[in-house]
Each structure stands twice: as structure tokens, then as C-alpha cells.
């Protein structure tokens, strides 16, 4: 599925002089260009199920825009450009309609509010302007951020997106060695490694990536671990500040870093993907499936079909049957009480 015709399709949908204050004051454009109602909410209960970095709701044929206010980062900005998502799909009856005929419509709404938002917070103009024909590096993520009004994650996204072949970016925090956010690039061919960096991973305090000091920069060949002690070479750039590390780690040396060196070859994920619903959300997961009900197991509650259908079950006080919960009234099922 080739999402680029309809994002660019979407995005070209909006005046190219009021894309461009949107990327300058997201908030503002949406008050004073499209005519919406505005308002961030300390506690928002309620958040798009599958919107990816959205923390917000909208009630468009009000012309009402929810967001979680984020004072610390820009992230709320992200929120109010896939909102904007949302008010462009529900105009264009050819783009909404062509969604409604996917599968697993709803989370393909969300892919495309998230991808226009990306593309209305960091046009593809200035990545290109920033890159200036370069390979990326870890310092063009900072450059990125300082020429727009995207968070720290979304010029992650925008950059690993430019990378070919396998591939992440990661930041990490400098204080607790955590990565807080990766955007990993699958091999085209062989698809996940089974090493790799990922969100919520801790760094050893002797890690290449924790030696950097504020201000510094490398370019080299690296070791990346995993918790049960395997580990992968990537060849890395990377730069800090007195906050964060910034990483780009890639499988091919583009910066020449060691001409000719090929990397040991390195195991890729095997395990079958499959679709599920649960937790509230409907995803794609990879790992063996439950030998009965043939279903992948929820990687937050950790329960497959099975054990879902197990926690709606109850037992009934004169069958002494277990019944759906829905079927059964006062300890009673159907069944027993006709």
C-alpha cells in the first residue's frame, strides 16, 4: 500500500502560504485560518485510540480541537497537526472514501492523520534543507528541531525515514541512560533484526553512546546490546548535549567510517506477525501464537484469545456452567432461566 499519492494529495489540499504558518504557529493558524475552536485540557480522558504521538480529540462539525498541553516539549504542536489531519480527510470525500474501503480502516485514518501531520510540521523542503545533500548524522536532528516547531521524536521520524536499509534513531537521556524514543528502519529484504534499539531500553553506564560529553560528536563503529546479553554491530554517529544523545545508527557504512569493512552477519526476527485487538487498540504483533486459539498475545496484558475469553466468562449458579458475562442476570445464564 502506497500511502505517499494520498498524503501528498492531502497535504497540497491546504493553501501552500497557510502551510507555512501553520509550521510557525500551529495553534494560532488553527484559530485564525480554519475557523476552529482551540483549548488544551490539563486531564483529557479521552485520546485517539490509534494516533500514534496524538494526545487530543476533536469534535470537527463543532469546530472543536482538544489537546493535552505538553509545556516541556512541542508534542501538543503534533497533536494539533494530526487534529488538522482529521479536518482535511473529512473534506476530501475521495481520500475518506478510499479508507473506508481498507481494511482496518480506523487504524489507517490515524497512519494518515499522523503522516500529514509530520509533513505540516516539517515540510519536505526544509528536511531537504537541512540535509543539503548530505548522509544523515546525528547533529541534523538537532537542526532539524531548531528550524521548526516539531519535537525532538517527530525530526527523528522525518530523518530515519531518509535512511536506507536497516537502520534507527535513537535519543537517550543523558541523566538515566534511557532511550526515550527509536525510530527503527526494518532491512527491506530480511525485515526486524532481533537486535536493536528500542523505547524504554537502559544503557549500561560504559556504553559508547554514555562516553559522549555535552557538546561532543563521534562517527564510529559500535556494539548494541540486548537485556539477555546477545549483541549487534552498527556503525553510528552520534552527538550530545547536556541533555539528551542523539544516535544514528545504521547496517551500511554511509559515512566511510571504516572503507570496506563489512559487519558480521546478524539473525532476523523469524516469529509470524498477526492481528489483534486488545487493550483498546487493534494492532499488528509479532511472536509465536497461543497452540489454541492460533492468536498472538498482547505484548501490554500478555493474554491471548484464550485467556480474553476466559476473563468474560462466569460461572452460573444452577448450571454451574461457565457462560458468557453477558448472558448472565443475577448469577443466572439464559439457559437456566427459561
Excluded at 90 to 108: C, P
Excluded at 299 to 312: F, G, H, L, M, V
Excluded at 326 to 337: A, H, K
Aim: aromatic share 8%.
Amino acid at each position: 500500500m502506497n500511502l505517499e499519492p494520498w498524503i501528498d494529495r492531502a497535504v497540497r489540499a491546504v493553501d501552500e502560504s497557510i502551510r507555512a504558518e501553520f509550521a510557525e504557529a500551529p495553534e494560532t493558524t488553527l484559530r485564525s485560518r480554519f475557523d476552529l475552536q482551540v483549548q488544551a485540557m490539563e486531564s483529557l480522558s479521552e485520546q485517539r485510540g490509534d494516533g500514534g504521538f496524538c494526545d487530543g480529540m476533536s469534535y470537527l462539525q463543532d469546530g472543536v480541537v482538544l489537546y493535552a498541553p505538553t509545556p516541556n516539549s512541542r508534542r501538543q504542536n503534533f497533536t494539533m497537526a494530526h487534529e488538522l489531519g482529521h479536518w482535511i480527510v473529512e473534506r476530501d470525500e475521495g481520500l475518506f472514501s478510499w479508507i473506508a474501503d481498507q481494511e482496518n480502516a480506523a487504524v489507517l485514518l490515524e497512519s494518515v492523520c499522523d503522516r500529514i501531520a509530520q509533513r505540516l510540521l516539517l515540510p519536505e523542503a526544509l528536511v531537504a534543507q537541512v540535509l543539503d545533500g548530505a548522509s544523515v548524522r546525528a547533529r541534523h536532528v538537532a537542526d532539524l528541531f531548531e528550524a521548526s516547531n516539531a519535537s525532538w521524536p517527530a525530526c527523528a521520524i522525518a530523518l530515519a525515514r531518509r535512511l536506507r536499509g536497516l537502520a534507527a534513531i535513537v535519543l537517550v537521556t543523558r541523566e538515566e541512560g534511557l532511550v526515550h524514543h527509536a525510530s527503527v528502519q526494518p532491512d527491506p529484504d530480511d525485515g526486524w533484526p532481533t537486535i536493536f534499539p528500542w523505547r524504554g531500553q537502559v544503557l549500561e553506564a560504559g556504553h559508547a553512546l554514555m562516553n559522549i560529553a555535552p557538546g561532543s560528536a563521534f562517527t564510529r563503529r559500535i556494539s548494541w546490546r540486548a537485556p539477555w546479553g546477545s549483541q549487534a554491530e552498527f556503525f553510528a554517529d552520534a552527538f550530545a548535549d547536556n541533555k539528551r544523545i542523539v544516535g544514528v545508527l545504521v547496517a551500511r557504512d554511509i559515512w566511510g567510517v571504516e572503507p570496506g569493512r563489512v559487519l558480521q552477519p546478524r539473525e532476523f526476527d523469524t516469529r509470524p506477525m498477526g492481528k489483534i485487538f486488545c487493550c483498546g487498540h487493534e494492532r499488528m504483533v509479532r511472536g509465536y501464537p497461543c497452540g489454541k486459539c492460533g492468536q498472538q498475545f498482547c505484548p501490554i496484558c500478555k493474554e491471548c484469545q484464550c485467556d480474553r475469553n476466559a476473563a468474560s466468562e462466569v460461572l452460573c449458579t444452577e448450571c454451574f456452567l461457565l457462560k458468557s458475562a453477558t448472558l448472565i442476570i443475577e448469577g443466572v445464564c439464559d439457559e437456566c432461566r427459561r
